[in-house]
């Protein structure tokens, strides 16, 4: 078997990221399959372009493409790398962070959140021969762990994969999330906005959070993103352009259940002041709300 490991990765830096003791959820992954087109398009493309020149590149040099998949910026696009393994689970060869798993059977490693990715990937490889899978990995950028989506492809015994970081959420991963939010809520409500709150914890997932306000007084009770907003009065909350948007929601939830509202906020995986669309919900007497940030 040919291995095949390029030098100069942050292999260190890699294993301790493989290794975190993160569990976010991913209950949103079984939408993923549904909502690849609604995920950045040209990203998508380039993607499978790549994919498609190593499928390609490897059926001409058999494994001796392996070396040059691992080979610096030869097989890479952006931010985009090539990675192989065996049908055996065998990781063969990669040209990015991935590299520190060369030589490693990785058929039942899990990534942070817990998911069994490779037994996935393998499993689909051999029954339909391509596919594709979301985990989590680190992203080298920013030195954080992000939701990943594959795309692979067999060819013999070998599985060729190229892979891209989706940091933003969709719109049934947002309300996925207030569902499990609200169930929480009406579980034990103490216990749940405690765990909202927690930056580690099962509810923040990205950009991807929960925020509780107490309709009695306004205040703000939860907030997975800032939590030097909890005990603040909302009423006073304003985004970019000015608007009272706590006060527009607990106006919407006046004769409704449930709602949504469109404005601008900040971006924690960004960093930028991005367009948000925030549904919400009352549980007793609060106001229960998850957003995401559309393309």
Known sequence: MMLVRPPGMLRAIVAAACCLAITPAWAGDRAVASEIESLDVAKVDRAKALLARAVSHYR??????????????????????????????????????????????????????????????????????????????????????????????????????????????????????????VAAMQKDSRRAMADFGDLNGAYVQDDLYVFVVDSRDMKMVAHGSLPQLVGSDSRKLTDANGRHIVVEMAQKLRDADRAELDYTWRNPVTRQVESKRTFIQKVDQHIVGVGYYPR
Do not use: C
Not at 77 to 106: H, K, Q, W
């Open 60 to 181: 001409r040099r058999g494994d001796k493409a392996l070396a040059d998949f691992a080979e610096s910026g030869r097989f890479e696009d952006g931010e985009l790398y090539v990675y192989v393994l065996a049908t055996d689970g065998n990781f063969l060869a990669s040209g990015g962070s991935s590299s520190v798993l060369v030589g490693r059977n990785v058929a039942d490693m899990r990534d942070s959140a817990g998911k069994p990715f490779f037994r996935e990937m393998l499993k689909t490889a051999r029954e339909k021969g391509s596919g594709h899978v979301e985990y989590r990995w680190l992203n080298r950028v920013d030195q954080r762990e992000e939701r990943k989506l594959a795309f692979f492809k067999r060819v013999g015994d070998r599985i060729i994969s190229v892979g891209f970081y989706i940091p933003r959420a969709t719109a049934s991963q947002a309300r996925a999330l207030l569902e499990q939010a």
